[in-house]
């Protein structure tokens, strides 16, 4: 028989479950997942679209060459060094410049320095040579104030002999114009005998020889005189014509310093077009950078190589530009971008935590795919930021053209809700539907 096991009342309460334990937990689990749903309902995400992308300029590539070429020198720069505007990259040999440039600077000293004496000789005054001329040249101011000297002297001496012959023109002139004023004056005194003397001729007191005698002087004083005035008039000629030479001869000198002033002005103006040209080129031979930026490649590495003429010498992408982040963008993701987007830029190059990231406005989508070497195709994005380096407590970063970059281009908000329903959603709509 078997023995019978009595529970009692008190072991039968004890063993009964824990109804106001289990009641209070479903309760409490009942809040939490009431307050995560209300939560994730509430709660909203950034929709993002991830895509990868590198730095670019937004600017060309600066390419710098050379318009003579000739022999590197020098080569100062290399590719990732910054540069300013104005610095030197290359130097070009110019010794054969150089020396055309002083050459053609050396030419235009002497003509300014024979213009000067010809302006001087021109006006009639000393000649003035400016004061950088007499510093630069002093023997060419020498020589042309020699030579002003020497042709003065001789212009002087022509005039002085002029001069001379002209003085004994005048005198000669002069004795001429007196003597026939003593004529004049004999003939006044013949007449006035003539007219005493004929009377007397009738009354027989004076023989009519004498008349006659008298008369034939007068005569002989009209020849004298005419012929004294007949030499008047050529010495008067020839001291008119002395003076008209004296005048020529002036102007002679003048004119051919003129004629000579203007040859040597042409000459001047192309030796100082030359001199321009020649400066340029010699400037030239320091290849400068012509913006600030990064070097990106130096084409030039042989000092003692040649170059060509136009030749590509040194690549500098300009930092002046602000950069552009291009970006690869999957084609499922193109429809939910825009022009204006807001972006996120968090370059490889430095640690997200520990250096932040960029802000940026996509502000190019390209109308078609394109396909890379492994035949995945994308469209392209371009991303600019409104920085050029990356801000930190110590010193700003420099960013690089070719830099990787993840890109990150909100397109919305979405509850938290919304993404813990996406894969139920996507399930029911695609159950009951599989063949």
């Known amino acids: 028989m078997k023995e019978r096991r009595v529970i009692t009342s008190t072991s039968a309460a004890l063993m009964a479950p824990p109804r106001i334990a289990a009641r209070a937990m479903l309760i409490a689990i009942c809040v939490v997942m009431s307050g995560f749903l209300a939560w994730a309902y509430s709660a909203e995400l950034d929709q993002i679209v991830f895509a990868e992308g590198r730095v670019i300029p937004s600017g060309e590539v600066q390419t710098i060459q050379n318009l003579e070429g000739g022999i590197v020198e020098e080569i100062l720069v290399r590719a990732g060094r910054h540069v300013k505007t104005g610095d030197v990259l290359l130097q070009i040999a110019g010794t054969s410049l150089t020396a055309e440039l002083n050459g053609t600077r050396q030419k235009l000293f002497e003509l300014r320095a024979e213009i000067a004496r010809l302006s001087a ?17 002093p023997d060419a101011v020498e020589r042309a104030m020699t030579l002003y000297k020497s042709r003065r002297r001789q212009l002087e001496d022509t005039l002085a002999a002029v001069d001379e012959q002209l003085a004994r023109r005048g005198e000669e002139l002069e004795t001429l114009h007196a003597r026939n004023r003593l004529m004049i004056d004999d003939r006044e005194l013949l007449e006035k005998e003539i007219g005493l003397v004929e009377p007397l001729v009738s009354q027989g007191a004076v023989s009519e020889v004498e008349v006659l005698r008298l008369r034939r002087e007068l005569n002989q004083l009209d020849a004298e005189r005419k012929k004294n005035e007949t030499a008047i008039a050529t010495t008067g000629a020839l001291l008119a014509q002395g003076k008209q030479e004296r005048g020529e001869i002036i102007n ?29 080129r010699v400037s030239r031979t320091a290849v400068r950078a012509p ?30 530009d602000t950069l552009v982040v291009e970006a690869q963008i999957k084609p499922e993701d193109i429809a939910f971008l ?53 801000p930190h407590a110590e010193e700003d970063l420099p960013i690089l053209p070719g830099m990787v970059a993840r890109v990150d281009l909100v397109t919305g908000k979405r509850s938290v809700l919304d993404y813990l329903l996406k894969p139920v959603n996507r399930a029911r709509q695609r159950a009951l539907r599989e063949r």
């Open 252 to 280: 002679r000198f003048r004119t051919e310093a003129i004629e000579r002033r203007n040859e040597l002005n042409t000459e001047a103006e192309g030796l100082g077009e030359a001199l321009v040209a020649s400066s340029d």
């Open 338 to 390: 825009w022009i204006g987007q807001q972006a996120n830029l968090r370059l490889t190059a430095y640690d997200f935590a520990i250096y932040g990231s960029l802000s940026g406005e996509l502000e190019y989508l390209s109308a078609d795919t394109v396909a890379d070497d492994q035949g995945r195709h994308f469209y392209i994005g371009r991303i600019r930021t409104g920085d050029t380096t990356l």
């Open 121 to 137: 000789e021109i006006e009639g005054r000393a000649p003035e040579f400016p004061p950088e001329l007499a510093e630069e040249r």
């Open 291 to 320: 913006v600030s930026g990064i070097v990106k490649q130096v084409l030039v590495n042989t000092v003692g190589g040649v170059v060509q003429p136009g030749e590509t010498l040194v690549e500098i992408v300009p930092e002046e």
